[in-house]
DNA sequence: CAGCGGTCATAAGTACAGGTTATGACCTCA
DNA sequence: TGAGGTCATAACCTGTACTTATGACCGCTG
């Protein structure tokens, strides 16, 4: 991934908030998979025990976290531990953050996967970055001994691995199908034109139309990407897009330029959920275009998916609209 | 917070699927920070300046990282550091973690906020589990230097705050708004029904209808919260709510209980899109009955919100649907 | 009432992860 | 060729989080 083309600028920016590195001011991973034990067992040895570790350091942790957030989270008593008020927000809190830590993981082991895995899923970028993790995980639920491996690329180097019988399961976004293989739709994907909250498009009353799109610099990933294609062929009615504000390589480093105030971006919907939900990027409407691609899963023609490929293929019927 | 009333059970299989916990397999938040760091300035030097870390400190951990991880995520060449194709996606995936960390930091601030804190706060429980710290990430980047302080409690506590001037802007859902307080809708809730995927019930065709899930023993919340009362009144002309499978007292407890398999539950859509997105719960259709109320904030009358509070307002507005 | 089984807290000792500074190797560019 | 950037290695230090051992408290039960 390219290095942000103007270091000092946009990170600044990203940068100021907290000062202090937030891993000073949140507790560890461990500190909130013990919090929610403790919430769901209701004694602090019991999850002490749960996750392998003695009573005491439990304990400790327990108020290590309290001292840090300077909260009571959890009530003391001699016949075991409940929550406090202020302890049941945290604990949900936390939750969606070890969520979102099982899914690194689920990704993660996938990554590592050696060659001889169960179960090889090649996936575009897109799928690998949002959806698979999600996918991962339920699969793991569902089949707990299924090891995986992932590789991730572009529409053909997925399609060479499913031919070379070096993967089991595809997925792919974009219009076409690759030779010789098969698939089923399972979902859509949308670009969305976002932008920051201070952004004047954010503060519009009516739809931006097509023409003013094409017409206006953006912060685009680099020609021959996905979502690149996709917009520029959306948009070739009207001239095709201008030239870009900023071309990153990254969707990562899109959004961060975006959230800084840089300027309005172009980028899936699955990319920016958590951003427009926690309002630090604004979805700006379009009107008259429609920039949208399939996601399909693919496969050889003739091989079924069977056994774990079949599994995780159900698992994502239906997962999105 | 009730304990979960079988503990070995429903806590064997949420404990199950990767027996070591989590935190031993997944890098910690400093180390995920870096990465981004990393990923968005295109140095380890850099980055690690801007963590406040040395260079020598910084180079060790990413490598830690990759031995944990088992992949190389970083391309090390004498006039940079960019990311491999695998350290884009674990980067990506390590991004949703860290925001999730961020709302908690956002949240765990506001609870800590000293009562003459400039923006004082009084919301719902829902509210404050789900939105709130989302909101607070916007408003901390908009404004930086505003500190909030969060008092959550239900609909008659927040009133109270509010007339006794101890807060600034409440937050509440439910249909009726408390006597003396001026009110905006900014939103609203749906109450969705939900089973883990291998249940019955998510493999049905059609939706349910009312008077079964009136007749079904299902995991609620208690009596008298906010979630139940919805529930009971839409269910009322067909004979109310069947004696509950289990009655907990925390959204958390009743997600964990359902994605073990319980049974089904019915919880706010906005406690369930994590679940919903990664497959461990599967939205069941129902037909025929509204269930759903509005997300409103509330203010004494006469007392337009202004400054801070209004700046707070206003991001919220529009951030649902 | 004594004693058992459960809770949590405290204390003392150890291990290691992550930090530091100092230094060196490598590349690029003026 | 030397200056300025990159990253890696080495030796050392420190604090955190763990361990085991123990004690205090509560409630149930014989």
Known sequence: MT??????????????PGAAPLAH??????????????ARLGSLGRAARELGISQPAA?????????????????????????????ALVTDWAGRVVEAAEAFDAGAQALRGRRDSRLRVAASMTIAEYLLPGWLVA???????????????????VAERLLAHEADLGFVEGTAVPEGLDSAVIGHDRLLVVAAPGHPWARRRGPIDPGELAGTALILREPGSGTRQVLDAGLAPYGGV????????????????????????????????EELAAHRLVKVPV??????????AVWPVGTRP???ARDLLSLTRGALE
């Not at 001011?25 to 403790?38: H, I, K, S, T």
């Not at 699969?139 to 690329?153: E, Q």
């Open 59 to 87: 304990s400790g942790r327990i108020r290590a976290m309290e001292r840090l957030l300077g909260v009571a989270l959890v009530d003391r008593s001699p016949r075991g531990s409940r929550l406090t008020d202020a302890g």
């Open 139 to 157: 699969l793991r639920r569902a089949r707990p001994d299924t090891a995986v491996s992932l590789l991730a690329g572009n529409s053909a180097a």
């Open 25 to 38: 001011r949140v507790p560890d991973l461990g500190a909130l998979e013990l919090l929610l034990a403790v």
């Open 306 to 308: 069977a056994g774990p």
């Open 287 to 296: 009107e008259g275009v429609r920039l949208r691609r399939d996601l399909r």
């Open 3 to 16: 290095a942000d083309p103007r270091p000092g600028r946009a990170t600044a920016q990203l940068a100021a």
């Open 242 to 273: 201008a030239e870009p504000l900023l071309e990153l390589a990254s969707t990562t480093a899109l959004k961060a330029a975006a959230v800084s105030g840089a300027g309005p971006c172009v980028l899936s919907e699955l990319a920016v959920g």
